[in-house]
């Protein structure tokens, strides 16, 4: 048993969850899980791609099953909810802090905590998949940087039909007829080629990719699709125009134009973003702010590549499960 002096959580409180929360999400979806024998039977990684916010629930009841308390890494400013936050500290979820000097205490806190046997979840990509065809993106390297630091496991999970529940920004839930939600876990993520590698921001990246292709793998074999070559690329100004020639019936558009002639003024057909803010936004973003592949630090934003590496004290290294629109939700709710 854990000393009470190390104890970062209330038994009580989890407790109560665990006798009160399993039948109201039974309730909620219908799940159909495979894999949880891939779980270790100490402190682990779980790594997931993120579609909605009924994946916690569905993440939630998963690991439980598989014989883990789930915890999550989960924005600070929901910490700061009445009655939410004071009932997330009470059940040892941790909160991830971005543009402050602490940033880093999730991923010290995650290996504390996983150093005691727990079962710590992130959603690597950061936020929910901005992929118009819900494929997971281009991920953040925290997970990796963790994974590597400490030797921890990291077991892969893909969840599909959470979605169609309550799709990434609706706000009432689809609950009736009850859906099925499909997750499942494959064995601990091979991260044995960069063992005793230096954490560069092109080991922390390589690892990252080889996290989510087993991810992404998991998640074509729940859809029975062949997933996507290359992830999306959330600040890829001509994602968009790229999915719509993907799904333009050949040789023709749905307004009646070729499908290789743009509609005159449509900004997502040239690579322009839809309002014109691309730049600018990518520029002002606080996700843009972590250490680059190039090299810059932490406190010189790349504002041209998104996918910046970022060091331990990169708040957008740690890929928890929510964004700020999501919290600003919370927070109104």
């Known amino acids: 048993m854990t000393n009470r002096a190390e104890r ?6 989890r407790r109560f969850t665990e006798i009160i929360l399993p039948s109201p999400i039974r ?3 219908k799940l159909e899980a495979s894999g949880q024998n891939y779980f270790p039977s100490g402190g682990m990684i779980v790594a997931g791609n993120h579609l909605s916010y009924a994946d916690w629930p569905a993440m939630a009841l998963f690991c439980y099953q598989a014989g883990h308390y789930p915890v999550f890494t989960i924005k600070s ?4 909810v009445k009655i939410i ?3 997330m500290r009470k ?3 941790l909160p991830v802090y971005r543009g402050r000097a602490d940033a880093a205490l999730v991923l010290k806190q995650a290996e504390q905590r996983i150093g005691r046997g727990a079962c710590v979840i992130f959603y690597p990509e950061g936020t929910a998949s901005r992929d118009p065809d819900q494929w997971p993106m281009v991920a953040k390297t925290g997970v990796a940087r963790l994974a590597l630091s400490t030797g921890a496991p990291v077991v892969p999970v893909a969840c599909w039909g959470a979605q169609v529940i309550l799709p990434y920004g609706d ?3 689809r609950l009736f007829p009850r859906k099925t939600v499909k997750i499942a876990a494959g064995p601990p993520v091979d991260l044995s080629a960069f063992a005793g590698q230096p954490l560069t921001a092109d080991t922390l990246r390589r690892a990252t990719d080889v996290i989510m292709a087993d991810i992404t793998g998991l998640l074509g074999g729940l859809r029975g699709e062949q997933p996507p070559a290359a992830p999306y690329h959330p600040r890829d100004r001509r994602g968009k125009a790229v999915a719509a020639q993907e799904k333009a019936v050949a040789g023709q558009a749905e307004d009646g134009r070729p499908a290789a002639e743009p509609a005159a003024g449509d900004p997502t057909a040239t690579g322009q973003a839809e309002d014109g803010r691309a730049r600018a936004e990518a520029a002002g973003d606080p996700t843009a702010t972590g250490q680059a592949e190039d090299g810059r630090s932490g406190a010189e934003p790349a504002a041209d590549d998104p996918r910046g ?3 331990a004290g990169d708040p957008q290294g740690t890929g928890d499960g929510s964004d700020p629109q999501d919290t600003r939700k919370a927070q109104q709710g």
Not at 8 to 13: A, I, L, N, R
Not at 77 to 80: A, H, I, R
């Open 85 to 87: 936050g004071p009932l």
């Open 77 to 80: 400013p929901v910490f700061d």
């Open 27 to 29: 309730g909620l979806m």
């Open 309 to 311: 590496t970022p060091e």
């Open 8 to 13: 970062d959580y209330s038994p009580g409180w």
């Open 91 to 93: 059940l040892g979820q």
């Open 171 to 173: 706000k009432r839930p």
